[in-house]
């Protein structure tokens, strides 16, 4: 059965590979499973079509047989679960690598989240001057807390897992901050993160796109 998954036709990350595909793509690469991907503009995301598979009319999307699934986090797991490559075979590395990846999704994310939407949405008010910086002490709490528990490891629990590659992708959200910078262990965690043939493989491919988007204009 073909696995089929959706991206943005035209990404607002610029092919930075910070769209949620990229997590989508990548652990298909690590795993190695072929895919389709089907491209869809803002509006055809919110089109009945699509809200039949992402209720809340998102990226990514990951179709196979009869199966559809929404959500990054689910998508990967299900990736994990199914083929080798990303979970450990001993049961509770097993379980370990599991609850890195809902640390990535639910404890480390959101405040960066939280940060992108003050720059975007609330610039322009008064309180953005005095939020920020509070913003980004939560996130270096966050990132302290992170680069004690790494330490001089390479990945988070003995080899490359799931969690490792949703918690690679998450800090890449801090690109240009130079908040990850400020712990060197995790900019070295995940520039060996960037470094893996499967990550460059899914990141050359969403670039692609956008660089077919950007020709097309």
């Known amino acids: 059965m073909t696995i089929a998954i959706t991206a943005f036709e035209s990404s607002p990350d610029e092919g930075q590979g910070l769209a949620r595909d ?3 793509r990548w652990a298909l690469e690590e795993v190695g499973q072929s895919y389709d991907v089907r491209l869809l503009s803002f509006a055809q995301m919110k089109e009945p079509a699509h809200l039949a598979l ?30 080798a490559g990303l979970l450990p075979e001993d049961s509770d590395a097993r379980e370990r690598a599991v609850a890195w990846i809902f640390a990535a999704l639910n404890t ?13 949405l609330e610039r322009d008010e ?9 913003l980004d002490d939560r996130i270096r709490q966050r990132l302290g807390q992170l680069s004690a528990r790494l330490g ?21 959200r801090l690109d240009g ?18 470094a893996r043939p499967a990550y460059r493989r899914a990141f050359a491919d969403q670039l692609a796109v956008f660089t077919r988007a950007a020709g097309a204009r």
């Not at 001089?152 to 890449?172: C, I, K, Q, S, Y």
Request: charged residues 20%; without cysteine; glycine residues 10%.
């Open 22 to 24: 990229m997590r989508v």
């Open 54 to 83: 992402h209720p809340f009319g998102q990226i990514p999307t990951y179709e196979e047989g009869g199966l559809a699934l929404f959500e990054s986090g689910a998508i990967i797991l299900h990736i994990a679960n199914r083929h």
């Open 152 to 172: 001089e490891a390479e990945w988070l629990d003995g080899g490359f897992t799931a969690g490792d590659l949703l918690m690679v992708m998450v800090l890449r």
């Open 108 to 120: 480390v994310e959101p405040p960066i989240v939280e940060r992108e939407a003050a720059d975007l």
């Open 126 to 134: 008064a309180w953005y001057a005095a939020r920020r910086p509070l």
């Open 177 to 194: 901050t130079g908040l990850v910078e400020e712990h060197p262990n995790l900019a070295a965690y995940v520039a060996r993160g960037e």
